[in-house]
Structure formats: C-alpha cells, structure tokens
C-alpha cells in the first residue's frame, strides 16, 4: 500500500521545528543541564548563553537585550502586557483599547479586566479587517492607558497599520502593546521606529519550539512582576529558567531573519498563484483579508453553501492539514469571531477555510491542494438542498 500523501498548509497554527533548532537545543538537555541562577561556572556558562540569546533577539528588532523578557508563550505574553499594564496605571485610568479582532489571548484577558473594573473599548475592523484610524483616535479618553493592536491577524493574515497606531499612542502619551505572534519573522518591525512599547512573539510559529517565547518591554515601563517566587528575568519573571527553550528560540530567530527575504517571496508568490486559481476556479468563493497588506504565507477563502468543518474533514482524508480559523477555536462551532467582524453572514463564515504555508510547501502541492479543493467544493455542493434551491433561482431569472 502506498504512503498517503501528506501536505501541512497549517503553519499559523504551529510550525515543525527546524532540524539545526533540534540540534542547538540537543546539549542543554544532557550535559549542559546546569541551572542559571547558581554560581558555580558550570551553570553561569548557561547564563551567559541566554545573555547572548537575548541579545540576538534584541537586535532582530532594533531593542536591547535588557528589555527582552522569556515567557511560555504568546499567550503569557498577552496576558502580562494586559494585566501588568492595567495594575500598573491604574491610577492614572482604567480604560484600554483593543479590536474586535483579537487573539483571544487578548480578548479574554481583556474581559478579564472587564470583570475586575476596566473599561475597554473593541475597536471595529472594515471588511479587510484593518482598524479605522479615526475611530482609534475618537476611541482616546483622557483616562485611557494601553492601546492593544495585534500586528497582523491570525486568520485572515491582514497587516495593521502600526507605525501610525504607535505613533498616535506616542502622541497621547499612551501605552502601545503589539500581539506580532504571527507576524514576528515574517516582516520586518522596528519598535522605535513603530513606537512600539510592548510586543508579544513565540517560538513555535517560526521553526522553534513550543512552550517559549517573549515579551519586548521598553526600557521605562513600571510593570511589575508576573510570576512571583524568584528574581529570574530581571525579578519580573520567577521560575527557572527555560535554557533549551531559549536557545531553540534564538535559533529559530536566527534563521528566520536570516531568510526572511527569500523565503517571503516564495511564500507570496505560492500564495497568490494559490488564491488566484481558487477565485478563478471556483465559483460563489471569496478572499477574506486584505489582498495587498496581508502575511506572506496567509490563505484564507470562504466558500458559499459548504460546511468548513466537512472540508476540513475531507482535505484531512487527502492527507492535507488546514484549519477553518484559530487553532485555539477549533473545537468551537461558532463561527469565527474575525470573519464576523468583517461582515460575514454567519452562513458564509461558517464555509471558511485558512490555509498558511510555509517554506517547504512547492507549486506543485498548490495545485494538487486547489484541484482537491475544486473536487470537495463540488461534491459538497451537490448534496446542499440551499446550493440546489440557490441554482433553481438563477436558473428561472
């Protein structure tokens, strides 16, 4: 019997790691075990390794090295922007801005802060899913101290306008918190010339591991602990120190910056080769996101009269992973919260599907993926009596 085909178009949701991640990881596991807060040379030599993992990604976004800040993930990074910020400036006032569009490591966690006395305002997204920077500027109170816009969405891939979002945060005299766990390695960011005072990213999203990532928080800042029990991480983060995690995420980084040109070309180029031929094949199917100002390697159609969890099913049957929205929602049937904000009927959204490829993708699997998708669309199709009656009604106009 022959190998089923395999081909993984779900990199939003995760990424494998890359063999040389593996591989630097490897030693810190065995011989390198050392813990970082003793004072003996062998575990210092680990502390030293994770000075210079700082610093390499410090340099990947034109911060220093102190301001970087190891957590588990994007999610923890979310929620110590939100909550510390919010504990932190309390006196000052108790109103944040956010979107509507979210992770919803921020949405929870601003609901969270809802429950225990802040006010928040969720800005809406116009149909490609960026923010209106008038209703940003009209959403500003003089009691508002955090504005939280994700860098890029994780579903419909569309790039905000963060340069001007920071700038009028600077204006303000406002914080500005960016969740870039999607877009980090992807497309260039520079916090000071963005106006970025915080910034969210993870490992597992570029070729590194899970279960690390960091926040970027500028020098100046008077947040506070977030774990409490120790005085690792500059005494804002207690725990030991995840030192293969760390030099896992450094490589990863590394890597990602170094290819970052070459591999975002071939992305975009499969992307809209992809795109392109399903807007053209298929009928009654649209792009959610915007075209131009999207990631590089985001896909995300919707196709009138299908069910997204049977596509899904049948592209998992073809051996082919894609997701109908965030991974952190799948076992949701609701429809997506982002499709919604940008005008979907719910009947529409529900027919969604994301696709995100990543550097090992070929033209080739493109196209086998878009002729699957032609195949599903149409059987699916056939058997909705709402596709029949549809196709009835433009038959007798």
């Known amino acids: ?60 976004l ?23 910020t919010a504990e932190a400036y309390a006196t000052k006032g108790k109103h944040i801005i956010t979107t509507k569009i979210e992770h919803h490591a921020i949405l929870h966690t601003a609901q969270y802060l809802e429950n225990n006395g802040y006010e928040v305002t969720y800005l809406d997204v116009d149909e490609n899913g960026i923010v209106k920077i008038e209703d940003l500027k009209n959403a500003i109170r003089p009691d508002t101290i955090l504005i939280s816009v994700m860098f890029a969405n994780n579903e419909i891939g569309t790039i905000q306008p963060i ?46 591991p899970k279960g690390i990532g960091f926040l970027y928080i500028r020098t ?42 070459q591999r975002t070309q071939k992305e975009c180029k499969l992307r809209d080769y992809m795109i392109d031929r ?19 390697n985001n896909v995300n159609i919707s196709f009138q009269f299908i069910e997204g969890e049977s596509m ?25 919260h982002v499709l919604l904000a940008i005008g979907l009927p719910h009947e529409i959204a529900h027919g969604s599907l994301r696709m995100t490829l990543g550097d090992e993708n070929t033209m080739e699997e493109m196209d086998f993926v878009v002729d699957k998708i032609k195949e599903i669309v149409e059987k699916l199709r056939s058997m909705s009596p709402l596709y029949e009656d549809f196709v009835k009604r433009n038959a007798n106009q």
Not at 170 to 194: L, N, R
Not at 278 to 296: C, F, K, Q, T, W
Not at 325 to 330: M, W
Request: proline content about 4%; some cysteine.
């Open 1 to 60: 019997m022959e190998n089923k085909r395999f081909i993984y178009l779900d990199h939003a949701a995760t990424t494998p790691a890359r063999p040389e991640v593996v591989d630097a990881m490897l030693p810190y596991f065995t011989e390198k075990f050392g813990n970082p807060s003793s004072v003996y040379t062998f575990s210092q030599q680990n502390k030293a390794v994770i000075t210079d993992c700082r610093e390499l990604i410090a340099n990947s």
């Open 278 to 296: 399903i807007l053209a094949e298929v009928p009654y199917a649209r792009l959610n996101g915007h075209r131009v100002d999207r990631l590089p």
């Open 220 to 261: 100046g800042l008077k947040l506070r602990s977030f774990v409490h029990g120790g005085a690792q991480e500059r005494s804002r983060r207690a725990g030991t120190e995840n030192v293969t995690g760390i030099v896992g995420l450094a490589k990863a980084v590394e890597i990602a910056f170094d290819t970052m040109e």
């Open 62 to 84: 034109g911060a220093k090295s102190n301001e970087i800040y190891f957590t588990a993930g994007g999610s923890e990074s979310d929620n110590w922007a939100l909550k510390a």
């Open 163 to 208: 340069k001007e979002i920071g700038a009028i945060a600077k204006e303000h005299g406002i914080i500005f918190h960016t969740d870039a766990v999607q877009a980090y390695g992807q497309v260039p960011i520079d916090v000071d010339a963005y106006n970025i005072d915080m910034l969210s990213a993870s490992g597992h999203k570029l070729n590194g």
């Open 312 to 336: 899904l099913i049948m592209l998992d049957m073809a051996g082919i992973c894609a997701s109908s929205g965030s991974a952190c929602t799948s076992g949701s049937l609701d429809p997506s």
